[in-house]
């Protein structure tokens, strides 16, 4: 079963708008898009990575059955002896993991028990054997214990029937262990979603097909943008690096329409004499140019071709990224079934100084060190190097804003984005 294919409308941006904040951008994307793969049925094997694409009830207990939660010795609270010193004879046999106790334990004796064995009828209280001194069949230990002491109630995790995962949760090898422990050996999953990736630039040369000449340089981008698929679940397609030439890219779009559920292109999305893909997209594909108010990565060029998302993202390998980051990841979050979702970053105090304008907002590369968020050295968007110095993003507002040292601001390690 495929869901319905996206609105010819989605990315339209309202008239009259100049420059679009990054909230109402992200607002837009939010409300216009929905998930566009199918779903099938795995095993919890091969389920990791996965987003559900129905809810998952508990199909048994977690435990399933009352056990002990150490290794010592179970009773009946209420036949316990009083006094300081508590002294029962103990019962011959075991109640271990695997091997319980088969029988009733009679009222005022004690009787051996392991960690995760069933308890017995006639216990519900375990003392735990550091506590204990045995000497013949008389167990002997501290009064104090607790009704129900070291043991587990059935079902006192998760009951038979009780919600565990909801559709469009990323499963991790948590919630497997999660879904096993309560029974649940397949779960019904969204498909991968398949992103394409191609680069464009007359100039950009792929790292792999021989060495770049003096007016060329190697295409970083690729490399970059396929791996983040790959690491965000989805699989990626490799359309390779596409000349500055409206035909060969239009090509290679009807080639990502025909190959995947979503296209991702990087370079020539402004709109300047080589910047073919948003010529194509405008030309062809219904192209919507946002004009978004961030730094780095104005030019963002949204479509659909043939019915299928493009982004057009920036040739900039560092406005690429933050692009990806900010804009495309919880757009393919939605597209692939996992809804939206917001990175959660932290307040911290800053360790630098900067001015900024009024007017955009600005991701910075940054790290911490000692409770201080660090900025780059540079903000020149053609130092890559920033990005893997970085530990994540530091995020700017879209007032002007004066920062000084200590000043708290609003920092997302590149976990936040999945990264
Ligand atoms: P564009 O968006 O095509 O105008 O490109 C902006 C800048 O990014 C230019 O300096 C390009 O050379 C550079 N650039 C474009 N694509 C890539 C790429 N795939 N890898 C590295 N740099 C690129
Ligand atoms: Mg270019």
């Known amino acids: 079963m495929k869901p319905p294919p996206l609105k010819d409308d989605c990315f339209a941006m309202p008239a009259g708008v100049d420059w679009t904040p990054v909230d109402s951008a992200l607002a837009q994307l939010r409300a216009r898009l929905h998930s566009v793969t199918g779903a099938e049925t795995l095993p919890l094997a091969q389920a990791g990575g996965r987003i559900l694409a129905q809810d998952v009830v508990a199909a048994r207990a977690n435990p399933p059955y009352a056990n002990s939660a150490v290794d010592g010795y179970g009773f009946a609270f209420e036949t316990l002896p009083e006094g300081a010193v508590c002294t029962l004879p103990l019962a011959t046999g075991r109640s271990a993991a695997g091997a319980p106790f088969d029988g009733v334990l009679p009222a005022g004796q004690a009787l051996r028990i392991l960690t995760g064995a069933a308890l017995p009828e006639g216990v519900d209280t375990v003392v735990l054997e550091e506590d204990c001194s045995v000497e013949g069949d008389k167990l002997a230990f501290r009064a104090g214990l607790k009704h129900r002491a070291n043991t587990r109630n059935a079902g006192e995790d998760l009951g038979a029937g009780a919600g565990v995962l909801a559709a469009g949760h990323r499963l991790r090898p948590q919630d497997l262990a999660l879904l096993a422990s309560v029974g649940v050996a397949e779960v019904s999953v969204h498909q991968k979603l398949r992103v394409a990736v191609f680069s464009t630039g007359d100039e950009v040369v792929d790292i792999n097909a ?20 790959r690491t965000w679940g989805f699989e990626a397609i490799d359309l390779g690096k596409v000349a500055d030439d409206a035909e060969l890219v239009a090509a290679a779009l009807d080639q990502g329409a025909a190959s995947a559920d979503v296209i991702l292109t990087s370079g020539g999305a402004s709109a300047g004499d080589e910047d073919h893909v948003s010529a194509v997209l405008g030309a062809q594909g219904n192209l919507q140019n946002w004009r978004i108010a961030m730094k780095p990565g104005r030019p963002l060029a949204l479509a659909l071709w043939q019915g299928i998302p493009v982004f057009g993202l920036p040739g900039n390998p560092v406005a690429a990224l933050v692009c990806t980051l900010v804009f495309a990841r919880p757009a393919l979050g939605v597209l692939a079934g996992a809804g939206w979702s917001a990175p959660q970053g932290f307040e911290l105090p800053a360790g630098f100084h900067k001015r900024k304008k009024a007017g955009r907002r600005e991701y910075l590369r940054a790290r911490v060190r000692d409770g201080l968020v660090e900025v780059f050295r540079s903000e ?35 976990g936040a984005f999945g990264v």
């Open 210 to 229: 021989g060495s770049a000449g003096p007016s060329q340089i190697y295409d970083a981008n690729r490399p970059m943008l396929l791996d983040l698929i």
């Open 380 to 414: 020149g968007s053609g130092r890559i190097s920033g990005l893997s110095w970085a530990e994540g993003l530091v995020e700017l507002g879209d007032g002007a804003q004066e920062i000084d040292h200590g000043d708290r601001v609003m920092f997302y390690p590149y």
